[in-house]
């Protein structure tokens, strides 16, 4: 199975700052086809996971614009332009090129 | 809207028989992948199991092939995760979650149930 890396795994934010979470696979995302599964997700306190940006970098229906996703291969990296005080929570990275999906460890993101 | 609604929390014994289910609604349940992931106490994701129910097909994790089984009844386009004896390790919260394809690949789970919690214990 791929294995996901996210760093940090703990990340203290200030409300109008950015902030920034890297995810790293064991082997290239990269598909045959030209495209690239990756992608992350958001579980808020208490609820369920939701989907924040897929095949790498386009943001899923609804999320705010200050959310972005970057990187190619085998990096990645989530950014948060102007954190506020709702994206707390834990930010997780997975691996869709392979069925057997795998999850990151998980970024907690608090104030 | 799309939704998927799951059943109630269930406490079980170990040993005992589970049927937890997913209700889809707000799209055609047979085009869309539907699967379940695993989250333990405290812990991070897992993913489980996959069903295309357009043609039956299913993907398990290795780590949950013969340890439980999804299927759907596409009449009430509704997925099941059943197991036949379960452990005190099998207590999680368990979600269903949409699958979108996109290049021929199961892309990304653009929705997710709000969570079965499963609980095992003597």
């Known amino acids: 199975d791929i294995v996901m890396t996210q760093s940090p795994l703990s990340l203290p934010v200030t409300p109008g700052e950015p902030a920034s979470i890297s995810c790293r696979s064991s082997q290239s995302l990269l598909h045959s086809n030209g495209y690239t599964y990756m992608d992350w997700y958001l579980q808020k306190p208490g609820q369920s996971p939701q989907l924040l940006i897929c095949m790498a970098s386009n943001r899923a229906s609804g999320v705010p614009d200050r959310f972005s996703g970057s990187g190619s291969g085998t990096d990645f990296t989530l950014n948060i332009s102007r954190v506020e005080a709702e994206d707390v929570g834990v930010y997780y990275c997975?691996?869709?090129?392979?069925?057997?999906?795998?999850f990151g460890p998980g970024t907690k993101v608090d104030i | 809207d799309v939704q998927l609604v799951q059943s109630a929390a269930e406490v079980k014994k170990p040993g005992e028989s589970l049927k937890i289910s997913c209700k889809a609604s707000g799209y055609s349940f047979t085009r869309y992948w539907i699967g379940w992931v695993r989250q333990m106490p405290g812990k991070g994701l897992e993913w489980m199991a996959m069903?295309?129910?357009?043609?039956?097909?299913?993907k398990y994790s290795s780590s949950f092939q013969g340890q439980v089984t999804i299927s759907v009844d596409k009449s009430i386009s509704t997925a099941y995760l059943q197991w036949n004896s379960l452990k005190a390790s099998d207590t999680s919260i368990y979600y269903c979650?949409?699958?979108?394809?996109?290049?021929?690949?199961?892309?990304?789970?653009?929705?997710w149930g709000q969570g079965t919690l499963v609980t095992v214990s003597a």
């Open positions: 069903f295309y129910p357009d043609d039956s097909n299913t």
């Open positions: 979650v949409r699958g979108v394809t996109f290049g021929g690949v199961i892309a990304y789970f653009d929705y």
């Open positions: 997975m691996q869709a090129l392979q069925t057997s999906f795998t």
